[in-house]
């Protein structure tokens, strides 16, 4: 089966396709001035945006790894993503602590999905 690439550049692919199963880039926010709450809804858009694209959406979430610059903002991150995260539907996800590329970066997500079928 082929893989579907959209947003290539570069460096990397924002969204790569195989097999009905979508794989994002990890997203980041553009507006690092905003403190974690509002980098994580910022992130959190990006991938609804980019789903949407790759006929997908947060209900067909496979796995999530996030990436916070501080566990400090774990609590914040986590009350953004749970507003956003649609009940029953909670993928698995790992959390960790990391030295993001941007240290402005406070928060960095991974996604795959399934596409609809």
């Known amino acids: ?3 579907i690439r959209h947003h290539v550049g ?6 790569a396709v195989h097999n009905g ?10 507006d690092t001035t905003q403190d974690i ?11 609804d945006r980019l789903l949407g694209e790759a006929d997908s959406d947060k209900s067909l979430l496979l796995s999530v790894q996030i990436y916070i610059s501080d566990m400090i903002h ?3 991150m ?3 993503w749970d507003e ?11 959390t960790v602590e990391a ?10 997500i991974v996604v795959v999905a399934a596409q609809r079928s």
């Open 1 to 3: 089966m082929a893989v």
């Open 10 to 15: 570069k460096r990397l692919s924002e969204i």
């Open 21 to 30: 199963t979508v794989y994002l880039a990890g997203q980041i926010p553009d």
């Open 37 to 47: 709450g509002g980098q994580t809804r910022e992130v959190l858009g990006h991938i």
């Open 74 to 76: 774990f609590g914040g």
């Open 78 to 80: 986590n009350a953004v």
């Open 84 to 94: 956003w995260v649609p009940a029953g539907n909670t993928p698995p996800r790992a």
């Open 99 to 108: 030295k993001l590329a941007n240290p402005e970066c406070l928060v960095e």
